[in-house]
């Protein structure tokens, strides 16, 4: 029976050995799961038996399943969301989305709808909905089983009351206006899908990837739909690909919207902030 100090090295080596950059950090949180305590308490008890499952578990990561999968949940925004492989998992950079519709809109009580096309798990809208409280919120989806995680996660954090999930082609079925457009498109060009980490290209849906040939088929589709959905004092914010946002703000400015992008905080511009431009 190895005791959690002994697996805890060996699953670092393991982990490290297959590429893993943070291998000691990612097997305390294997161990943690497997024994349903915390990353402290790991440490804290170091004889401690292990638990029979845990080797099951090292050896999808080592096989490079996402972390997320396999523990099942992913913070965002200081929030916890159920993932399965139907869905993107939530990412630190598509915080910067959030971050750039709050200084987009800083009288936070006036915001009254929001929209998440391609909402996935979710995180964008429920993040969103967190911090405008006044706000009601509509997700689409695709995917009929993403739309549904989306659902329990916002049951799971309280908002169920405040948000409505539905299974669509972006917003072909939606006919009001809103105060906030969010969306975290596929922005990945087609030709490149293959190249991307094993954990991405191996798990996560290539629906949510693909961007068409140069990465910005899902851009224009939402460009076309954003004069009728977006509110008059409205804002739009979109994710973006590394490298995407020349092409981007000229694709927004010749339909017509003012535009702007924030950066992450790897400098690299992320969210596409777009008002009208007038009557």
């Not at 910067?96 to 809109?105: F, K, S, Y």
């Not at 967190?130 to 995917?143: I, L, N, W």
């Not at 088929?217 to 739909?225: M, Q």
């Not at 703000?249 to 905080?265: N, S």
């Amino acid at each position: 029976m190895e005791r959690a100090g002994a697996t805890l090295v060996r699953a670092a080596g393991m982990l490290r050995a297959t590429g893993i950059a943070n291998p000691r950090w990612e097997a305390r949180l294997l161990l943690a799961h497997a024994f349903g305590i915390s990353r402290e308490d790991v440490l804290a008890n170091p004889d401690r038996v292990v638990p029979e499952n845990f080797d099951a578990l090292l050896a999808r990561r080592v096989g490079r399943e996402p972390l997320a999968f396999i523990l099942g949940e992913q913070e965002f925004w200081s929030l916890s969301f159920a993932v399965s492989p139907v869905t993107l998992i939530p990412r630190a950079d598509s915080e910067t989305v959030i971050e750039a519709a709050l200084v987009a809109l800083p009288d936070q009580s006036r915001v009254r709808r929001i929209i998440d096309l391609g909402t996935g798990t979710g995180c964008l809208l429920l993040a969103a909905l967190s911090e405008f409280p006044a706000a009601f919120g509509v997700g689409v989806d695709m995917v009929p089983e993403a739309a549904a995680l989306a659902r329990q996660n916002a049951t799971t954090l309280g908002l169920a009351g405040r948000a409505a999930f539905m299974a669509g082609n972006w917003a072909g079925a939606i006919e009001k206006e809103f105060d906030l457009v969010l969306a975290n498109p596929p922005y990945i060009a087609t030709g490149d899908l293959a190249g991307l980490m094993p954990e991405v290209a191996g798990y996560e849906p290539g629906l949510a990837l693909d961007g068409g040939v140069d990465g910005l088929a899902a851009f224009r589709t939402i460009l076309a739909e954003l004069p009728r959905l977006l509110a008059t004092d409205g804002v739009a914010v979109l994710e973006l690909g590394i490298g995407q946002d020349a092409a981007m703000i000229a694709l927004a400015t010749d339909v017509g919207f003012f535009v702007a992008t924030r950066a992450d905080l790897a400098g690299i511009a992320r969210a596409l902030v777009l008002r009208r431009a007038g009557p």
